[in-house]
T-cell receptor, first 117, second 109 residues
Framework: GAVVSQHPSRVICKSGTSVKIECRSL??????MFWYRQFPKKSLMLMAT?????????EQGVEKDKFLINHASLTLSTLTVTSAHPEDSSFYIC?????????????FGPGTRLTVL | GQNIDQPTEMTATEGAIVQINCTYQ??????LFWYQQHAGEAPTFLSY??LDGLEEKGRFSSFLSRSKGYSYLLLKELQMKDSASYLC??????????WGAGTKLIIKP
């Protein structure tokens, strides 16, 4: 149980285009989903927390107009990187919790490697 | 401030035992997580401790001392597939995870 999928796994795009990444909980309802960014050999950096049906909470320094997050249902959250630039190239990972308690284990999707040319 | 410290890299031999330490300082504490991350992949959950003591799960065990702000992950009978980064993360009073930078474990034959 507790499987999270992410799509696409890899994407290469031109500078200035927008890229949408989907995160789905396959066998549970995810009341809360998290979006992380990870640079090579670095730890995870939390970008935002999203709860189903409400606006995402962004971490300090993360541009909400550039990284659009939509948590449309209990099994799907999307991250759209708008007007992508080479510095947005990174490994983006989502995680989800079932929200059955305050202390919930986060289950991670496989990640999306974004390369902006 | 909030901080997690763990060694950057460790090397061990196949079949041996290795202990990866983690110290934390957080605003409040709601438990400590260990995750395994293979290169190029997302983290996978290994363990969660909120009470003092040792939790054993197969070849992997995790220990917590709340008074010392200290945890360790113990890996026994090391296998080559255990080569990965091991991430320590403490949950603060707001139930936010504070992540360590990860310990890269290299297993040699």
């Amino acid at each position: 149980g507790a499987v999270v999928s992410q799509h696409p796994s890899r994407v290469i795009c031109k500078s200035g285009t927008s890229v949408k990444i989907e995160c789905r909980s396959l066998d549970f309802q995810a009341t809360t989903m998290f979006w992380y960014r990870q640079f090579p050999k670095k730890s995870l950096m939390l970008m935002a927390t999203s709860n189903e049906g409400s606006k995402a909470t962004y971490e300090q320094g993360v541009e909400k107009d550039k990284f659009l997050i939509n948590h449309a249902s209990l099994t799907l959250s999307t991250l759209t990187v708008t007007s992508a630039h080479p510095e947005d190239s990174s490994f983006y990972i989502c995680s989800a919790t079932s929200g059955q308690g305050d202390v919930d284990t986060q289950y991670f999707g496989p990640g999306t490697r974004l390369t902006v040319l | 401030g909030q901080n997690i410290d763990q060694p950057t890299e460790m090397t061990a031999t196949e079949g041996a035992i290795v202990q990866i330490n983690c110290t934390y300082q957080t605003s409040g504490f709601n438990g400590l997580f260990w995750y395994q991350q293979h290169a190029g992949e997302a983290p996978t959950f290994l363990s969660y401790n909120v009470l003092d003591g040792l939790e054993e799960k197969g070849r992997f065990s995790s220990f917590l001392s709340r008074s010392k702000g200290y945890s360790y992950l113990l890996l026994k009978e090391l296998q080559m597939k255990d080569s990965a980064s091991y991430l320590c993360a403490a949950m603060d009073s707001n139930y936010q995870l504070i992540w360590g930078a990860g310990t890269k474990l290299i297993i040699k034959p």
